[in-house]
């Protein structure tokens, strides 16, 4: 199973923008599909976005799509999450995921096969 940490987040003003990163441990990191998922107060955690393990591919949640960009660096083992134009609704705990090993599938909690600790961003208004 892929380890995960995240930094990155903190308090951002609406408009603003801010990267998170996600590093990974293990060898096998570029066979995983990684993504992002949110959880705000009150709220079922959400997806946000996924990057395939080789190909480079991303599909967005339509709520983020154009303002919110995936990346990963697979010799550093690390994705990152570009925010920008952000809005107060954005504001959430933010969780790095990996999927399951050579599946291109992560689009619900049930596909993640690991998950960082979280980090929080908040969008002030």
């Known amino acids: 199973q892929v380890q995960l940490v995240e930094s990155g987040g903190g308090l951002v003003q609406a408009g603003g923008s801010v990267r998170l990163s996600c590093a990974a441990s293990?060898?096998?990191?570029?066979?995983?599909?990684m993504g992002w998922f949110r959880q705000a107060p009150g709220k079922d955690r959400e997806f946000v976005a996924r990057?395939?393990?080789?190909?480079?591919?991303?599909y967005y949640a339509d709520a983020v799509k154009g303002r919110f960009t995936i990346s990963r660096d697979n010799a550093k083992n690390t994705v990152y999450l570009q925010m920008s134009s952000l809005k107060p609704e954005d504001t959430a705990i933010y969780y790095c995921?990996?999927?399951?090993?050579?599946?291109?599938?992560?689009?619900?909690?049930?596909?993640?096969?690991?998950w960082g600790q979280g980090t929080q961003v908040t969008v002030s208004s």
């Open positions: 995921a990996a999927g399951r090993a050579y599946s291109y599938r992560l689009t619900t909690q049930e596909d993640v096969d690991g």
């Open positions: 293990g060898r096998t990191f570029s066979t995983h599909a």
């Open positions: 990057i395939s393990g080789t190909s480079g591919n991303t």
